[in-house]
């Protein structure tokens, strides 16, 4: 007689990629962070070629961060209360359509800078609704054996390999045809996680739906949730923290540090740009056979420290390989980083507030990258990126310490008296 699997067979006794909700999310997630990172790469590139102005970059990548904090909070209200799914296939179809637009105007002469900007702020603002239902979607696809950190930790190892692929496809297109159209294959990308949505097998994952009670009640009964919990409370703080430094050296002093003072141009900061998902995609990979679990914040805590790191000791970095290598341990950081957070963020908060808490953190984070990277424009342009890339790198280390030690810290100190 043979005996059937048990339905909840470890996924280490089966290929992960042999899952449907697996390689739904791994192709998916690799087509719109494709989107993402050429068009972050490319709206770097058109505004420098026009204006040759790390102030004006910085506020056109602004331009794209800026929905990411200003939406926030109605996009994860509205991820606790609507279908996830339906959320993620609108939004990547609209912004599949915004992206050919760009492409299409482009070519009749229609598109200039600020136009752009204005595109590229309309397009976050649809990643913006569809990230936090992504987010608590996760919940929903985590069955036969699979749980949220190895699907966090696909979708991850997505993200990296298109950090890796993505600046090289953009930098090899470049050569061939003009910037904007690029524009044209981010919206084919955006278009691929739109199908990758219909395919997904969904199962309920929330006690309750939601009902909406106002952005206001919403907000408060999310920071109840936020008081109650001292890990979301050190997740919160100490990524703001981290996101201040982070957003000044990964969007202005490594472009400044690669397209400019080493010479490397557009190639040089390509090659940073994928160093960095190399190391994220490595670390990512291998993070799949981790088991975090409570010991999750700990594996943030480290991998903040070490991206402020290494991005600190690009202040000693005088050559372009040395900043690639240094960019690479970068994002293999990162991508530990943010597997550990979101780990960290499903064990700690209740399905039913997941998506509000989600953007309660995404506000801040996103809102310290906005805000230091327009003053790091700023003060690239005044000093240099060496010396100010080299005093992030001890910044980050007290800042995360601080926040530790006032968070979580704090209640273990609280639960020894």
């Known amino acids: 007689m043979t005996t059937s699997s048990a339905p909840g067979v470890a996924a280490s006794q089966v290929s992960l990629l042999r899952q449907r909700n697996v390689q739904m999310v791994f192709l998916g997630r690799l087509a719109v962070f494709m989107a993402d990172v050429i068009q972050d790469v490319a709206l770097i590139w058109i505004v420098w070629e026009l204006t040759h ?166 907000l408060k009964e999310a920071m109840g949730v936020i008081r109650q919990q001292p890990a979301l409370q050190y997740i919160i703080v100490a990524e703001c923290l981290f996101n201040a430094a982070y957003g000044a050296c990964y969007y202005v002093f490594l472009p400044r540090l690669t397209l400019d003072t080493t010479g490397g141009g557009t190639s040089g900061h390509a090659s940073a740009v994928t160093a960095f998902g190399i190391g994220g995609m490595v670390a990512g990979f291998f993070s799949t056979r981790l088991k975090m ?58 399905a039913e507030h997941s998506g509000r808490v989600y953007s309660i953190w995404r506000l801040g984070a996103d809102t310290a990258i906005t805000v230091s990277t327009l003053t790091a424009g700023v003060v690239a342009d005044a000093f240099g990126p060496s010396i100010p890339i080299g005093v992030v790198g001890i910044y980050v280390f007290f800042a995360i310490l601080l926040a530790r030690r006032f968070t979580v810290g704090r209640t273990k100190t609280h639960a020894l008296e």
């Open 53 to 218: 102005s790390s102030t004006a970059t910085a506020i056109a990548s602004m331009s794209s961060r800026t929905p990411l904090w200003l939406f926030s909070l109605p996009a994860g209200a509205h991820a606790d209360s609507a279908p996830p799914r339906r959320t993620i296939i609108a939004a990547n179809l609209v912004c599949s359509v915004l992206a050919l637009l760009v492409a299409g105007l482009s070519n009749i002469g229609w598109v200039d800078v600020p136009l752009l900007c204005l595109f590229a702020f309309a397009i976050s603002t649809c990643r913006t609704f569809e990230a936090p239902s992504f987010y608590s979607l996760v919940r929903g696809l985590s069955h036969d054996g699979v749980d949220t950190q190895q699907l966090n930790g696909i979708a991850d190892t997505a993200k990296r390999t298109a950090r890796l692929t993505a600046p090289l496809l953009a930098n090899a297109l470049r050569g061939v045809t003009s910037l904007f159209n690029l524009y044209a294959f981010i919206g084919l990308f955006y278009a691929g996680m739109a199908v990758a949505g219909r395919r997904l097998e969904v199962r309920d994952f929330r006690g309750e739906r939601k009902q909406r009670k106002g952005l206001v009640a919403d």
């Open 293 to 350: 679990g409570r010991h999750a914040l700990a594996y943030a805590t480290a991998a903040w420290i070490s991206i402020g790191g290494a991005f600190g000791l690009m202040y000693f970095a005088t050559s372009l390989p040395v900043i690639v290598l240094l960019t690479a341990l970068a994002g293999a950081a990162m991508a530990i980083q943010t597997i550990a957070l979101w780990s960290g963020l499903h064990a700690a908060c209740p």
